[in-house]
């Protein structure tokens, strides 16, 4: 769960459309359809439009090894890769829920979405071997 930026001991409920700071429902204002913090309110009133402020960002580690183990899993020991491909997306999605300055959540979607076919798949092929066998 995200902290409000100005009262840790409060859940954050959404983040500032300007600076993407998470905050509780009493630190946010909305103007213009979007909701602010107390300092981004201010600029947004100052330029009359919503204003959205770049803030800096990089790649979670995570949700890149995610996506490789899912796609070197279609093609080989995708039943060993897959299973760790969902637990790294998993952990992805965690970390970038936590951090405000991680991207990487569609890789992290699409890193589960093919680990499920793809062990789906690997499972399903298993099973006929061994039914046409037996």
């Given at each position: 769960?995200?902290?409000?930026?100005?009262?840790?001991?409060r859940?954050?409920?959404e983040?500032?459309?300007g600076?993407?700071?998470?905050?509780?429902?009493?630190?946010?204002?909305?103007m213009?359809?979007?909701?602010?913090?107390?300092?981004?309110?201010?600029?947004?009133l100052?330029?009359?439009?919503p204003?959205?402020?770049?803030?800096?960002?990089?790649?979670?580690?995570?949700?890149?090894?995610?996506?490789?183990?899912a796609?070197?899993?279609?093609f080989?020991?995708?039943?060993?890769?897959?299973?760790?491909?969902?637990i790294?997306?998993?952990?992805?999605?965690?970390?970038?829920?936590?951090?405000?300055?991680?991207?990487?959540?569609?890789?992290?979607?699409?890193?589960t979405?093919i680990?499920?076919?793809?062990?789906?798949?690997?499972i399903?092929?298993?099973?006929?071997?061994?039914?046409?066998?037996?």
């Amino acid at each position: 769960m995200m902290q409000c930026k100005n009262h840790v001991e409060r859940v954050a409920i959404e983040r500032c459309t300007g600076c993407a700071e998470p905050f509780c429902g009493d630190c946010l204002v909305e103007m213009h359809g979007q909701k602010y913090c107390g300092s981004c309110k201010v600029m947004a009133l100052k330029g009359g439009e919503p204003i959205v402020l770049e803030h800096r960002t990089r790649p979670s580690k995570e949700a890149d090894e995610a996506l490789k183990f899912a796609l070197i899993g279609i093609f080989c020991f995708g039943f060993i890769l897959e299973p760790v491909a969902l637990i790294k997306a998993a952990e992805a999605r965690k970390s970038i829920k936590m951090d405000p300055e991680l991207t990487g959540a569609g890789k992290a979607n699409a890193a589960t979405v093919i680990a499920v076919v793809i062990l789906t798949l690997w499972i399903l092929g298993i099973v006929a071997k061994v039914s046409k066998a037996g």
